[in-house]
C-alpha cells in the first residue's frame, strides 16, 4: 500500500517563501505521475504542478515561482515556492501514481490514484 505524507505548510507574509515536502513509501513500481494539488476554501481543488516521466509542468499561476523536484534517493518530493501571493492560500497536496497511459499528462485529478493528507499554506499581504 502506498503512503503520501506532507509537510512544510506554515503562514507567511506575500514575498515570501516556503518548501514543501512529501515522503512517498510502499510502492513496488516506480511512480510515473507525481505531483501537487490545492484547495482554496471555497474553491474546487486545481493543478499546480507534476512531473510526467521526470518532465516537470507548471501551472500559468505559479509558474517561474514554484519548483517541483525530488531527492535522489526517491523517498521524498518537493514543492519549492517562491514570491508568495495571498492567491497561493490553500491546502496543497501530494499525489502520485504508477500508470503510464497513452496521453496521460499527471494534471487531471483522476490521473492520480494515491494522495496525501495535505498541508495548509497561508499567505498574509
Known amino acids: 500500500q502506498a503512503l503520501l505524507v506532507e509537510s512544510g505548510g506554515d503562514s507567511v507574509q506575500a514575498g515570501g517563501s516556503l518548501r514543501l515536502s512529501c515522503v512517498v513509501s510502499?510502492?513496488?513500481?516506480?511512480?510515473?505521475?507525481l505531483g501537487w494539488f490545492r484547495q482554496a476554501p471555497g474553491k474546487q481543488r486545481e493543478w499546480v504542478s507534476s512531473?510526467?516521466?521526470?518532465?516537470?509542468r507548471y501551472s500559468d499561476s505559479v509558474n517561474g515561482r514554484f519548483t517541483i523536484s525530488r531527492d535522489a534517493a526517491e523517498k521524498e518530493m518537493y514543492l519549492q515556492m517562491n514570491d508568495l501571493k495571498p492567491e497561493d492560500t490553500g491546502t496543497y497536496y501530494c499525489?502520485?501514481?504508477?500508470?503510464?497511459?497513452?496521453?496521460?499528462?499527471?494534471?487531471?485529478?483522476?490521473?492520480?490514484?494515491?494522495w496525501g493528507q495535505g498541508t495548509q499554506v497561508t499567505v498574509s499581504s
Open positions: 499525489a502520485a501514481d504508477t500508470r503510464n497511459f497513452l496521453g496521460r499528462l499527471c494534471r487531471a485529478q483522476s490521473d492520480f490514484g494515491d
Open positions: 510502499g510502492y513496488t513500481s516506480r511512480p510515473y505521475c
Open positions: 512531473t510526467n516521466g521526470g518532465v516537470p
